[in-house]
C-alpha cells in the first residue's frame, strides 16, 4: 500500500504467511484506510518535529540577539555617564569638560551606534527577504572597484589587528548591479575573513569568466567543518561558539539571498584550521525574469 499523505512518504508491505490466498475486497479497503492514518500520523510527526526545531531555533536567535544588541549598549552608556558626570563636576568648579576627552567619548559612543546599526539592519533586511521586499536597483558598476572601495574602508580596522589585506584585481569587471547590495556582500565576506581569519593575511579577487564575474575572498584563519559549509548560509545558523565569536549567523544568509537576487551563487571551501575561500560568481547582464516575478515588490500597505 502506497503511504502517502501530502506526497509519497514510503510503502506499506503487507505479507500473509499462514494462508496462500489473496487479499479480499474488505481486506484491501481496511489496508487502504490503514496506510492512510499510518501516512497522516508520519506526516503529522514530520510536522511537529519541524514546528519545534522552529521554536527552538527562534528561542535561541532571541537569545543571541538579545545578547548581541546590548553587547554595544554596555559600553556606549558607560562612556555617556561618564561624561555626564565628569560635566557635572567640572562645571561645580566653574570649568568645561577638555575637547579631547569629549571627542574620546563620542569617539567610542560613535562607533558602538555604529555597531547597532548594523545589527539593526541585518534584521530588517531577513525580515525584507522573508516578505519578499528586497528590492534592486540596477546600475553599471566595476566589481574591482566596489571590492576596492571595501578594502579601503576596512583597510583601517585590518591595519589595527594587524592583518594584511590585499586585493588581486587586474582589469575591472563591468556588470549590472545594485551598488549596496553588492557592497553589502562584499562587506559580509570580507568582515568574516577578518573576524574568522586568526589575524592572517585576506585576499580579495576579482576576474571575468565570459559573462561570469567572480570575486573571491580567502582567508588562513580557523576555516569551516565539511559539514557545516552548507549549513552557514542558511538563517540564523552559526559554525563557532558564540562564547568566543558575537555575531547572529545572519551575514551569510542575506549575503546568499542578494546574490541570488542577482541570479549568481556564493559557496565556500575550506580545509579546518587552515581557512576558508568564499566563492561568488555573478552574472554580468540582467537578473533572470523568474526571480523578478518571485520577488516582485508587494502594495504599500505592508510596512516595515
Ligand atoms: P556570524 O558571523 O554573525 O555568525 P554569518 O552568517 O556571517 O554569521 O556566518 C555564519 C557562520 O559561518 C559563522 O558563525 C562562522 O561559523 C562561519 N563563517 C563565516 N565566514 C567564515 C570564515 N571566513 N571562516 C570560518 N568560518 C566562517
Redesign the pocket.
Known amino acids: 500500500m502506497p503511504l502517502g499523505a501530502r506526497g509519497m512518504l514510503g510503502a506499506l508491505l503487507l505479507l500473509r504467511s499462514s494462508v496462500p490466498r489473496a487479499f479480499g475486497a474488505e481486506e484491501e479497503h481496511f489496508l487502504t484506510e490503514l496506510a492512510h492514518r499510518t501516512a497522516l500520523y508520519l506526516e503529522n510527526a514530520r510536522l511537529y518535529r519541524e514546528a519545534r526545531e522552529a521554536v527552538r531555533q527562534r528561542d535561541e536567535f532571541l537569545g543571541i540577539a538579545s545578547h548581541?544588541l546590548k553587547t554595544p549598549l554596555t559600553p556606549l552608556s558607560l562612556k555617556v555617564q561618564l561624561l555626564q558626570k565628569q560635566v557635572v563636576v567640572l562645571a561645580r568648579e566653574g570649568k568645561q569638560v577638555p575637547t579631547e576627552r569629549v571627542a574620546e567619548a563620542l569617539d567610542v559612543v560613535q562607533r558602538q551606534v555604529r555597531r547597532l546599526s548594523g545589527l539593526v539592519d541585518?534584521l530588517l533586511d531577513v525580515s525584507r527577504i522573508t516578505a519578499g521586499r528586497l528590492r534592486l536597483e540596477l546600475e553599471e558598476l566595476d566589481l574591482a572597484s566596489v571590492a576596492a572601495e571595501i578594502l579601503y574602508r576596512f583597510s583601517a580596522a585590518a591595519a589595527q589587528a594587524g592583518t594584511e589585506l590585499g586585493l588581486e584585481a587586474p582589469v575591472p569587471v563591468v556588470g549590472r548591479w545594485d551598488r549596496l547590495r553588492l557592497e553589502q556582500v562584499v562587506t559580509?565576506?570580507v568582515?568574516?575573513?577578518l573576524?574568522?581569519?586568526a589575524g592572517q593575511p585576506v585576499i580579495v579577487g576579482v576576474e571575468a569568466h565570459g559573462s561570469l564575474a567572480r570575486l573571491t575572498?580567502k582567508?588562513h584563519?580557523?576555516?569551516?567543518a565539511p559539514d557545516?559549509l552548507a549549513r552557514?548560509?542558511e538563517r540564523f545558523?552559526?559554525?563557532?561558539s558564540?562564547r568566543h565569536?558575537?555575531?547572529?549567523?545572519?551575514?551569510?544568509?542575506?549575503?546568499r539571498q542578494i546574490v541570488e537576487a542577482f541570479g549568481g551563487k556564493v559557496s565556500?571551501l575550506?580545509t579546518p584550521g587552515q581557512?576558508?575561500t568564499?566563492i561568488l560568481e555573478l552574472p554580468r547582464g540582467d537578473i533572470p525574469e523568474e526571480w523578478l516575478s518571485a520577488h516582485a515588490a508587494p502594495g504599500p500597505t505592508q510596512g516595515e
Open positions: 548581541e541585518n559580509n565576506l568582515s568574516n575573513a573576524k574568522y581569519g575572498v582567508d584563519g580557523i576555516g569551516i557545516d552557514i548560509f545558523e552559526r559554525a563557532v558564540d565569536y558575537g555575531g547572529l549567523g545572519l551575514g551569510l544568509y542575506i549575503t565556500a575550506s581557512g576558508a568564499f
